[in-house]
């Protein structure tokens, strides 16, 4: 049951919100983002009106796990109303209603990965016989999925940066068991990672991800880093700078939507490119006005239709046909028709690129868990 203070922001965006139903110059902003909106409503006033009225046991669960949870929504809103927050509200709800599960078959996939992923198979703790752990690389679930060799060569040259000082750890975030609403069991597997840190003694946390980013600066009281603020602070390997001098690659840079709003980690990004010598221009909605990838909020595992309009519309929006991210998931997710994708990876440490070397790199999730297993296997040489 929806407790005063969730059923209060609900009241406060249906009150709020400037929509008019039946007029065309109504507002509406939030709809022209959003393809999830449209779907399932006339406009954000009509909608959480219904859920105050109807109640949200007597709505659609789909509607509200249908949102990407990337924040579009608010920024273009006049009166700034927090959408996102009450579909979250939503989700946990739900779950909870039946026993701290999703409702929804579709995250049956986003489970079995959430309980793959902390199998030994998978993941790496730290090493037994550390004690203080001065930096602890975490690479999260995508990227060593994406590229074993990668993950490795990111914390060799962090070593050979950082006196031999870091060690590793593969693991997940649990951010996808939040985003489905199971907040328990989030929680139970949160706490888990947060004892391994402590009981390590662990100093600094280094993420190549964004979303391990955002949960760990939400909810640790460790300092974390993103390895993309990093690098410019230790330097990119030497034989590497100025490697893309020459080439005739130019792509767009894609920013993830849960750090929209981190200046540092977009800015670090640009000047590893710039350090590489690569050429790139800016989407029209970048940095803290990026678009979504349509990976968010696991949208993909029960509203497939939405996530591929979100993601057609960000890879078509491309100006140069080519797209760098530095997320692994976004890579992914944006390799739509001709559009071809990068991991900033692929240039820190490859050889110099051309647009003839650009391949389609997208595989079946058996390659991703392979992928996982390698990474595992490199972490601990």
Same mark, same amino acid.
């Given at each position: 049951?929806?407790?005063?203070?969730?059923?209060?922001?609900?009241?406060?965006?249906?009150?709020?919100?400037?929509?008019?139903?039946?007029?065309?110059?109504?507002?509406?902003?939030?709809?022209?983002?959003?393809?999830?909106?449209?779907?399932?409503?006339?406009?954000?006033?009509?909608? !959480?009106?219904?859920?105050? =009225?109807?109640?949200?046991?007597?709505?659609?669960? &789909? #509607?509200?796990?249908? *949102?990407?949870? $990337?924040?579009?929504?608010?920024?273009?809103?006049?009166?700034?109303?927090?959408?996102?927050?009450?579909?979250?509200?939503?989700?946990?709800?739900?779950?909870?209603?039946?026993?701290?599960?999703?409702?929804?078959?579709?995250?049956?996939?986003?489970?079995?990965?959430?309980?793959?992923?902390?199998?030994?198979?998978?993941?790496?703790?730290?090493?037994?016989?550390?004690?203080?752990?001065?930096?602890?690389?975490?690479?999260?679930?995508?990227?060593?999925?994406?590229?074993?060799?990668?993950?490795?060569?990111?914390?060799?040259?962090?070593?050979?940066?950082?006196?031999?000082?870091?060690?590793?750890?593969?693991?997940?975030?649990?951010?996808?068991?939040?985003?489905?609403?199971?907040?328990?069991?989030?929680?139970?597997? !949160?706490?888990?990672?947060? =004892?391994?840190?402590?009981?390590?003694?662990?100093? &600094? #946390?280094?993420?190549? *991800?964004?979303? $391990?980013?955002?949960?760990?600066?939400?909810?640790?009281?460790?300092?974390?880093?993103?390895?993309?603020?990093?690098?410019?602070?230790?330097?990119?390997?030497?034989?590497?700078?100025?490697?893309?001098?020459?080439?005739?690659?130019?792509?767009?840079?894609?920013?993830?939507?849960?750090?929209?709003?981190?200046?540092?980690?977009?800015?670090?990004?640009?000047?590893?490119?710039?350090?590489?010598?690569?050429?790139?221009?800016?989407?029209?909605?970048?940095?803290?006005?990026?678009?979504?990838?349509?990976?968010?909020?696991?949208?993909?595992?029960?509203?497939?239709?939405?996530?591929?309009?979100?993601?057609?519309?960000?890879?078509?929006?491309?100006?140069?046909?080519?797209?760098?991210?530095?997320?692994?998931?976004?890579?992914?997710?944006?390799?739509?028709?001709?559009?071809?994708?990068?991991?900033?990876?692929?240039?820190?440490?490859?050889?110099?690129?051309?647009?003839?070397?650009?391949?389609?790199?997208?595989?079946?999730?058996?390659?991703?868990?392979?992928?996982?297993?390698?990474?595992?296997?490199?972490?601990?040489?």
């Amino acid at each position: 049951m929806l407790n005063e203070i969730m059923k209060s922001k609900m009241k406060y965006i249906a009150d709020n919100c400037l929509a008019t139903s039946g007029k065309k110059s109504s507002c509406k902003l939030c709809m022209k983002e959003c393809p999830m909106m449209y779907r399932y409503t006339e406009s954000p006033k009509e909608l !959480f009106s219904e859920y105050l =009225e109807k109640g949200y046991a007597n709505m659609d669960p &789909k #509607i509200a796990f249908s *949102c990407n949870l $990337c924040d579009q929504c608010k920024l273009v809103c006049p009166k700034k109303l927090d959408l996102k927050s009450s579909f979250q509200d939503l989700r946990n709800e739900y779950s909870k209603d039946n026993g701290g599960k999703s409702p929804l078959k579709g995250h049956k996939g986003v489970e079995i990965h959430q309980y793959l992923g902390e199998t030994k198979l998978f993941s790496k703790d730290i090493d037994s016989q550390k004690v203080n752990v001065k930096y602890l690389f975490f690479p999260g679930c995508s990227l060593s999925s994406y590229s074993p060799s990668g993950v490795k060569s990111i914390l060799n040259h962090l070593n050979d940066k950082l006196e031999n000082n870091v060690e590793s750890m593969l693991a997940c975030c649990s951010k996808p068991t939040r985003d489905i609403g199971e907040v328990e069991l989030f929680s139970r597997k !949160f706490q888990k990672l947060e =004892e391994q840190f402590k009981e390590k003694n662990v100093e &600094k #946390i280094v993420v190549a *991800c964004q979303s $391990c980013y955002k949960m760990f600066k939400e909810n640790l009281d460790i300092e974390t880093v993103s390895l993309w603020e990093l690098l410019p602070e230790i330097g990119l390997p030497e034989d590497k700078i100025n490697i893309g001098i020459g080439s005739d690659l130019k792509f767009n840079i894609h920013d993830s939507c849960p750090t929209r709003f981190e200046k540092s980690i977009q800015d670090g990004v640009r000047w590893i490119v710039d350090e590489l010598g690569y050429q790139y221009e800016e989407f029209e909605y970048s940095k803290e006005k990026t678009r979504c990838c349509g990976l968010g909020g696991m949208v993909a595992s029960v509203a497939s239709e939405i996530s591929e309009e979100v993601r057609k519309k960000r890879a078509e929006s491309s100006s140069t046909g080519n797209i760098l991210t530095y997320c692994a998931g976004c890579r992914e997710a944006l390799e739509v028709g001709e559009t071809k994708t990068l991991h900033i990876v692929d240039l820190i440490f490859g050889e110099q690129l051309s647009k003839k070397d650009l391949k389609k790199k997208n595989s079946n999730p058996l390659k991703g868990w392979i992928n996982r297993y390698k990474t595992k296997i490199e972490l601990k040489k």
